[in-house]
C-alpha cells in the first residue's frame, strides 16, 4: 500500500503570479517625493505689541515679486537667473562695502581636528553676515514664479555652505551624514556661519488691489 | 542539408514555461519593493514647478499632503473650475479659505503621530504652477495660526547646464 503523492499542478501559478503582479501594478505609485523645505515663521503672540524692529538697512535685501511676475532686487529689475549671484554677493559682501551688510566677527565651535585649516582646538574664527532678505509677493503672483525665486535664494545659500564645506572638510555639504556626531557638528556649524536668513513678511497687495 | 531536416520535421516544439512563474514573481517582488501604495485619489490637476535645489522627503509618516490647483474633470462638473485645496484625500469645496477645516486638519494629522514626532510633521505643498499666490498665502498664514511650521513646496528636479548656473 505504498503511496505516492500526486504532483501538484504548476501550469497555474504564471497566471496567479501575473494576477498579483498586475494588481500591484495598478495599486502602487513609484514617484518619490522631492522638493524644498522650508520653516515658516511662528505667529506672532496676540498680546506683544508692534514694536518697531531696527534694522539696518544695509542688511536688508528687498526680493519683491509683482502681481505680472517681475521681480525687483534692492530696487534693480532683474533677471531670475542673475538673483543667485546677488544674494552670493550679498551674503558675502567680498569688497567689504558700505551699502552691503555688516559682516560680523564670529567663533564658530567645529570638533578639534576635523579640517587642517582650522585650528587645533577646531575653533572658527571669521566674519558672518548680518544681512537678511525680506521675499515679498503679491496675492496674483504665479506660484511657480516665486517657487523659481525661492530656489534661487536657497541655491546661493547652499553654494555658500558647499563651498565652504568643499574647501575646510574636502566634501560635499549633502554628503555630511547626520548619523554621525562629527559631521553632523560640522553641519551646525557651517549652518551658523551661512544662515538661511530669508524672511518672508505677511501677505499684502503690492501695486494696487486686484 | 539532412541535419536541418531532421529538426524541423516534426512541426513546431513545445516552449518549456516552468520557469515562467519564477520569472513572473521576480517582477512582482520587485514592484512591491520599489512602488509604495497609492493612497489619495487627487482630485485636482496638479503640475508642480521645476527647481534645482530639491531635496527627497525622507519619513513618508511625517508627511501630510496640501493639494492645490484646478479640479480635475469630473469633480470640476460638481464644483466648477476655480482652483481648489484638498487636504490628504478630502476636498474642501469652500470658497472662502476655511481656516478653521485646515486647523482641524492639522490637529486631526498631529494626532496620529507618536508623541516624540508630534512637532516634526512635515506639510507637502504640492501645488500647481499656475496657482496665485494668494490662495497659497492663505494656506501659509492658516498653517501659521495651526503651528505647522515645516512645510515643503513640492518640485520636481530641474537639470541645468553648467554654463546657466553661474
Redesign the interface.
Given at each position: 500500500m505504498a503511496r505516492t503523492t500526486p504532483e501538484v499542478n504548476?501550469g497555474s501559478?504564471?497566471d496567479?503570479?501575473?494576477l498579483?503582479?498586475i494588481f500591484?501594478?495598478v495599486?502602487?505609485?513609484?514617484d518619490?517625493?522631492?522638493?524644498?523645505?522650508?520653516?515658516?515663521?511662528?505667529?506672532p503672540d496676540p498680546e506683544q505689541e508692534d514694536v518697531e524692529v531696527k534694522v539696518n538697512k544695509r542688511n536688508v535685501l528687498v526680493v519683491l515679486l509683482n502681481r505680472s511676475d517681475l521681480l525687483m532686487v534692492g530696487g534693480d529689475v532683474m533677471d531670475r537667473?542673475a538673483l543667485?549671484?546677488r544674494t552670493i554677493e550679498f551674503f558675502t559682501n567680498p569688497q567689504g562695502r558700505e551699502d552691503l551688510p555688516v559682516m560680523e566677527d564670529t567663533e564658530v565651535q567645529f570638533p578639534p581636528g576635523s579640517s587642517s585649516l582650522l585650528p587645533p582646538d577646531g575653533m572658527w574664527r571669521g566674519k558672518v553676515s548680518k544681512g537678511v532678505i525680506s521675499l515679498q509677493?503679491?496675492?496674483?503672483?504665479?506660484?511657480?514664479k516665486?517657487?523659481?525665486v525661492?530656489?534661487e535664494l536657497?541655491?546661493a545659500v547652499?553654494t555658500l555652505r558647499n563651498d565652504f564645506c568643499n574647501l575646510y572638510f574636502d566634501k560635499d555639504y549633502d554628503d555630511l551624514n547626520t548619523a554621525n556626531p562629527i559631521e553632523e557638528e560640522i553641519q551646525v556649524g557651517i549652518r551658523k556661519i551661512y544662515k538661511m536668513n530669508i524672511s518672508e513678511t505677511?501677505?499684502k497687495n503690492i501695486g494696487g488691489r486686484? | 542539408m539532412s541535419k536541418f531536416r531532421k529538426k524541423s520535421g516534426k512541426g513546431l516544439q513545445a516552449i518549456n514555461?516552468?520557469s515562467?512563474?519564477d520569472i513572473?514573481?521576480m517582477?512582482?517582488f520587485f514592484?512591491?519593493v520599489?512602488?509604495?501604495?497609492?493612497e489619495t485619489e487627487v482630485q485636482v490637476k496638479v503640475k508642480?514647478?521645476e527647481?534645482?535645489?530639491?531635496?527627497?522627503?525622507e519619513k513618508?509618516s511625517l508627511?501630510s499632503y496640501i493639494y492645490?490647483g484646478r479640479p480635475v474633470a469630473h469633480v470640476a462638473r460638481m464644483y466648477g473650475t476655480e482652483p481648489l485645496i484638498q487636504l490628504n484625500d478630502k476636498l474642501v469645496s469652500d470658497e472662502n479659505i476655511p481656516y478653521e477645516t485646515i486647523q482641524d486638519f492639522v490637529l486631526f494629522e498631529r494626532e496620529k503621530l507618536p508623541e516624540a514626532d508630534k512637532n516634526k510633521m512635515?506639510m507637502?505643498?504640492r501645488?500647481?504652477?499656475?496657482?496665485?499666490?494668494?490662495k497659497?498665502?492663505?494656506v501659509?498664514?492658516a498653517?501659521?495660526?495651526a503651528?505647522s511650521?515645516?512645510?515643503?513646496?513640492?518640485?520636481?528636479?530641474e537639470y541645468r547646464e553648467q554654463g546657466?548656473?553661474?
Open positions: 504548476g501559478l504564471a496567479i503570479a501575473f498579483l503582479l500591484f501594478l495599486t502602487t505609485t513609484m518619490i517625493d522631492t522638493g524644498i523645505t522650508r520653516l515658516l515663521p511662528p505667529e537667473l543667485k549671484d509677493n503679491d496675492r496674483s503672483t504665479t506660484y511657480g516665486y517657487l523659481q525661492q530656489n536657497v541655491a547652499n505677511d501677505p486686484n | 514555461t516552468s515562467l512563474p513572473v514573481f517582477l512582482l514592484f512591491m520599489a512602488t509604495t501604495m497609492r508642480v514647478p527647481a534645482t535645489e530639491v531635496k527627497k522627503l513618508k508627511v492645490i512635515v507637502s505643498m501645488i500647481d504652477e499656475e496657482i496665485s499666490m494668494g497659497v498665502d492663505d501659509k498664514q498653517l501659521r495660526r503651528k511650521l515645516i512645510i515643503n513646496y513640492s518640485a520636481r528636479k546657466r548656473q553661474r
